[in-house]
Every structure is written in C-alpha cells, then in structure tokens.
C-alpha cells in the first residue's frame, strides 16, 4: 500500500470550497464525498432537487471545469504531480480498483482519491468495455502499446492453456520487450495482465483465458479437472471428493464428484474408481472397447502385444484382458496366433 504525503480529503474539500452550494453538493453525492460515502445517481439527485438527470450532468460539468479554472487547484498543483508519478510507477496505465486500493484500502477515502482523479487534467479514464477494465493512465501512446501487447497475448493462447504465473509474466514480457525498460518490470507486468478481462487467473494461480472453464470456475466438473491435472496421473475419486474440498473450499460428496466424472467427457475411467484426463491420451470405454481401438489402429496383434498395449491405458489385471480378449462374439485368433476385431 503506498503513503501520499499528502491527504485526499483535505485537497478536495479544498477544491469543493470554491463552489455554489448546489455545485457543491451534486459533486459531494455523485462522488461519495459525504460522511456516509454513498454515491447518488444523476437521476437520485435530479429527484433530489426537482430537476432532470441532464440538468445535473450539466451542474457536474459545470462544477469540474470551475474547480480546474480556480486558483486552489493551482495551488494543489504538487498533489496532482504526486499522483501523476505514483501512476506512473504502476505502470502508466492501471486498473481503477487496484489504483485506488494501492492507496488506501478505506471506502470513503477511495471515493476522494477517485475525485481527485476525476478532475485532474493529467489524468484520462477508459471505461470497461468486452476487452479491459475500467482504467487509467497517464500517457496516451503508452496505454495503446500496453492494450494492443494483451490483444496479441491472448490472441496466442488457446481455451487447454494453464500456465503457472512466472511462466506467464515471462510470455507477456516478450510481448512488450519493444517498449520502455520499466515494462520488463515482473509487478508491472502482471499489473497489465490485470487490466484483460479476456485473461485471468484460477483460485489455483494458474493463468489462462477466461472464457475456459479451468480459469473461469463454474461447478465440480472444473474443479475436478484441475485437481487431477495438479495431480497429473489417474486418481481415486474418493482422493478428487477430497481434494477438492482442501484446494477450494467447496464441499465435496463424494458420489456427487464421482457422478460428475461419469458425465463429463474430460474424465476416462481408467481402473476400478481410477480416473485420468482424456486429454491425457487415454482411450475411453470398457476394456472390451480399448482392446477393440487398440487392434483397429495397429493391426491384428498377439496375445502379449494387446496386453501391453491395454495397461497403458487401463489399470486392470492382466486376467481381465484375457477374458475380454477371448470372447469369440468380439474378437478372433489366426494361425500365427494374432487377434483381430470379428466383423459384422
């Protein structure tokens, strides 16, 4: 958290002092400057004063524009410089909550700062749109590098990508390594991520795109998904049930989680109660249907051959194989002792 030298409150009581009391007062409530912090809606105090919601945008307006005319705000001229550096030391460009809460963690004091902001010339927002954050920044050229460096990073990743946070820092980094020497600064770095609403991170800090469900959480399918990734070999689904309830939290039964492995094509069963990711590479179905896609894709094969083959994918006992493999309603043997898939 970062220590003005000087005080939000003071400076704009200050500023507002110049004011007309009506001025006064819409800025006060539009921008949560009383004692209860509350911000009114231009509407709420067009009601307020019997007057329409546009009325008091023009009062609004009216009343920044005085205050940046008034020799008090020359005055303040150091605090807005102040201001203007420690934006500058987030990076140039910086997402409006985490700009506010670098400050000051405290809501009413927020809302003074944010004013201080709003009515400072240096200072320019971007308003939230599908892309980024509400933002700020200080130098125009810099925040359309910054903007067009995340399009181009998230443009490169696809919806399996998990990546460890250090991992991403370094990826975003090379995107931006044509700008100034402060952008190879890791804090600020993750400062621009931040500012995506395309990219973001999982309660495990694994970063990725949003719209994947292993960064965007929705229900016990995702979360199970990036437990046994975590795990990264098949695992019980009684050890997912609880897991899940120590990595995030969430209460896990454990036939609720193992009825969600069953429906969700992410999940092979790959032994008794054994679960593995298809991405994985494991083949889905019963023992019957793995012995049947292992002999269509490599070609007739001896008894040792598909057992091999099988455990790779399955872990059962090799007596199971053999039981499957011998049902002549499914496969058949040849003079060399190699089986193929009996045809219909």
Partial sequence: MNTLTFKPKQVTKKLLSILPARSRDVLVSRYGLGADAEKMTLEAIGKLYHITRERVRQIENYALSAIRKSEDYKKERSSFEELEKMIEGLGGIVVESDLLEHVTKEESAQNHLHFLLVVGESFKKLKEDEEFKHRWYVDEMLADKVHNSLRKFYKSLSDNDLIPESEVVSKFLDHVKDMSVEARDEEVAKRWLSISKQ????????????????????????????????????????????????????????????????????????GRGLYALAEWGYLSGVVREVIKKIIEKNGPLT?????EKVLKERYVKENTILVNLQNPKYFKKDKEGRYSVVTA
Avoid: Q, Y
């Fill in 199 to 270: 990219i973001g991170k999982n309660p495990l800090g694994e970063w990725g795109l949003t719209s994947s469900p292993n960064i965007s959480i929705k229900g016990m399918r995702d979360c199970a998904f990036l437990v046994i990734r975590r795990h990264g070999s098949p695992i019980h689904f009684r050890e997912v049930a609880s897991s899940i309830e120590k990595m995030f939290g969430k209460k896990a039964h454990v036939a609720t989680t193992h009825n969600e492995l069953i429906k969700d094509p992410r999940f092979v069963l790959v």
């Fill in 303 to 307: 008894k040792d051959k598909v057992i």
